[in-house]
């Protein structure tokens, strides 16, 4: 199976959500990358169809999805980043209602539901009413309907939000244990949740797919470009107002920071280092890239 995605296009307006994006898609993860108003949620929208095109296409297996209708989406799984939940209804309950909307038999949904819940920890308060629950717990209500009918397409919008590092790490294993046989593209502002386990990243900002490539080969756009330097309180405050830091340590009485640059600082001891994803996120979001 394979989603091909032509010079899409979705305007609010005079505002472009998404602007000529075109890419395809295959069995894997696909981590998209982009800062709050990039286009992510508005291709995922439009993906399932939630939101009209103002022009391109979204072709499954080469036939359109608006043509595809009903069968498309019954091989679709949505999360949301937000939704309005029924509060009276168990959790156990909104499953099985979630299950019933996608045309589950209730013999089959009731088994997908008791093992889903498990799968995401939430077994021990499956008749526990939503409205009671905390924000992640919500959210771990969210992926466990989107994987109802073990969809072959699976779209993940912010699916950590809200987790604590245990659950992050668990549900980013499990999301690449199903992964094999399915498509998984997964919105996220954590760059780690997507960085080990995506074959490729897609990298949007301001509505265009700026770069898409595996792990790997993006991380070599920022080689030579990462470095470290010791620094006392003065001397950090002059790198954060004029470098990207991504990220600063102590050291002794040192602090160590890291900064992204085109240029190597001067009259400093700057040590190269080995570049990470977030490095690649902080200079190309932080830049005119």
């Known amino acids: 199976m394979q989603i091909d ?35 992510k949620s508005t291709l995922m929208n439009l993906i399932t169809d939630n939101v009209s095109r103002t022009k391109g296409e979204i072709l499954c297996d080469g036939e359109d999805i608006l043509r595809l209708g009903k069968k498309f989406r019954k091989r679709l799984g949505y999360m949301p980043q937000q939704q309005g939940f029924y509060d009276q209804l168990s959790a156990r309950a909104f499953l099985l209602y979630m299950a019933s909307l996608k045309g589950i038999p209730r013999k089959e949904a009731k088994i997908q539901a008791d093992r889903l ?18 924000g992640g717990m919500k959210q771990r209500v969210l992926l466990a309907q989107a994987l109802m009918g073990d969809p072959e397409i699976l779209l993940l919008d912010e699916p950590t939000a809200g987790l604590d590092p245990k659950e992050r790490i668990r549900i980013r294993n499990f999301i690449s244990e199903i992964a094999e046989n399915k498509i998984v593209l997964i919105s996220t502002h954590v760059v780690s949740d997507i960085e080990f386990i995506a074959k490729e990243i897609i990298l949007l900002k301001s509505g265009k797919l700026v770069l898409h490539n595996t792990c790997e080969n993006l991380i070599k756009e920022v080689e030579n470009k990462v470095y470290e330097i010791e620094a006392d309180r003065e001397k950090l405050k002059y790198y954060q107002e004029n470098y990207r830091v991504s990220n600063l340590y102590h050291s002794d009485d040192k602090i160590i920071v890291r900064i992204v640059t085109d240029n190597k600082p001067e009259n400093c001891k700057a040590e190269a280092v080995k570049p990470t994803l977030e490095d690649l996120y902080l200079y190309i979001f932080e830049s005119g890239m």
């Open 5 to 39: 995605i032509k010079n899409l296009t979705k305007k609010y307006g005079d505002n472009t959500a998404l602007d000529d994006f075109s890419l395809r898609l295959t069995y894997g993860i696909y981590g998209l990358l982009g800062a709050n108003g990039a286009g």
């Open 117 to 134: 819940l498990k799968t995401v920890s939430l077994s021990n308060v499956a008749h526990k009413k939503i409205g009671e629950f905390s």
